[in-house]
Structure formats: C-alpha cells, structure tokens
C-alpha cells in the first residue's frame, strides 16, 4: 500500500516544562527518530516541527505550521502542503505523534487495516476517486479504548479537503483534531497494549523510560485563562492526544 506519513513535533510541552518532547529519549534514541522509523516504510516522510527537530543527514522533508505553536490540526495542514509541493501525494498519509516510543508496534497493524478497508471498498484498488469516500481512515485503539487519532492512517485526499475547508472558515489556527476529522469516516483498530502510550507528562516519561534531552520551547501566547494557546486547544478537546501539551 502507498503512503506518505506526517510526524507531528511541534508541540510547545507543557506540561514537560517546554521541553520538546523530539528530543527526548528512549533507549538512546530521540523520539523523533523512532517516529520516523516507524513510518520507514512512507513513500515520503515530512516532520512538522522546530528546524532542529529534523537532523541535517535525515532523508525527510520538514515543514512547520505558521504561526509556530497553532496546533496539531495547522500542522497536518503544513504537513500536507509539504508533501504536495513537487508532485502527487500517496492516497494514504500515516499521521504519528512523536510522543510514542512504541509506535513501531502500532503502524503495522493500522497498514493492515487500512490496506483490508480499502480493498474492500473497492474490490483491491484502494484508489480514494473510486471508494467514493466510504472509509476516510484508520484510528488506532488502545485496548483501554481509548482513541489515538494521531497514530492513524487517512485518505491524503479527504485529509486535504478537511484541512481547506477549516482553512476557508478560519478555524485552522488552533483547531482540533476532532474538527479537523469531524467529516471523516473512520475505523477504529485494536492496536497492542502500549504501542500508542505517549508522554504528557514527565510521570508518564518516567514510566515508559523515557529521557530528557534538549532546551525549553520558547513560551508563546497566552489565552484569556493564563493558559498557552495550543494547551488550552487540546485541554478543551478530551480525545484530542498529540505533542502539544
């Protein structure tokens, strides 16, 4: 099956005391990597983040939401027109946080999936024009049930038309994921135990043996609460997981 992917690290921490969660650590390796090679598999990889959480000898493209810190759903958006600009998007995109040192576990199953879900659709092809837009993606599922809508794969072509239409509304900057799916049909997929655990918090870095590395974010805009713009977007959001906080 051929697909791009999109992993998001441009999250301003939080709840990590700005540290950006790219450069933490997991058996030696910076998250960021691990994401990234999780998704090896991608046609092509675009990280949305901070210039430096892309290394200069990594064969990805980086891209960065405008302005920095608007959120998971302008990232998708920066991400999207990055892998857009010289030539015709995969009809799939995996969309990783890089927040998961185990996400390698859960990619494979979410391929599967989607791969199975299209082919029925459409009799083997896959080909979004002619599925009609009956299945706009896969969502990992935790075994607690809880939802990951950024370990998931989607329809490039549906991710796109989300995407603009938020645009055109003005909703883009600061909107959630759950706008962002809103008319997206998915399907949600088990995924093994752990494989979409992330870190918000450094209790939960400290139970997935995950180490700092790295300076603070710079601090940006606060909201009428005191809270940091794309912090208090996702606080307000319940399922809404990602880099952000």
């Not at 998971?72 to 920066?78: D, F, G, K, L």
Request: with cysteine; aromatic share 2%; glycine share 14%.
């Amino acid at each position: 099956m051929e697909y791009d992917a999109l992993i998001l690290a441009g999250g301003r921490s939080s709840r990590l005391g700005g540290v950006p969660k790219a450069g933490l650590t997991y058996d030696g390796v910076p998250l960021v990597d691990r994401a990234i090679a999780a998704a090896g598999g991608a046609a092509r990889t675009v990280v949305v983040g901070p210039g430096d959480s892309v290394r200069p000898d990594d064969e990805v493209l980086h891209a960065r939401e405008d302005p920095p810190f608007s959120g998971p759903a302008a990232a998708i958006a920066a991400g999207l027109a990055s892998l857009g600009r010289d030539r015709t998007p995969s009809p799939w995109t995996l969309v990783l946080a890089c927040d998961m040192p185990h996400a390698d576990r859960a990619v494979p199953v979410l391929l599967a999936a989607c791969e199975a879900e299209a082919g029925r659709d459409t009799g083997g092809t896959g080909h979004a024009a002619e599925r009609g837009g009956i299945v706009g993606g896969v969502v990992a599922e935790s075994p607690d049930g809880r939802r990951q809508q950024l370990a998931a794969v989607y329809d490039t072509g549906m991710l796109q038309k989300a995407a603009a239409r938020m645009a055109t509304l003005g909703t883009l900057q600061n909107g959630s994921i759950r706008a962002l799916l809103a008319n997206l049909d998915v399907v949600t997929v088990p995924v093994p135990a752990g494989s979409t655990d992330d870190v918000d918090t450094w209790a939960d870095a400290e139970a997935l043996g995950v180490e700092r590395e790295g300076p603070p974010n710079e601090a940006g805009p606060l909201n009428g609460s005191g809270q940091r713009l794309d912090e208090a977007t996702l606080e307000a959001d319940g399922e809404d997981a990602g880099p952000d906080s």
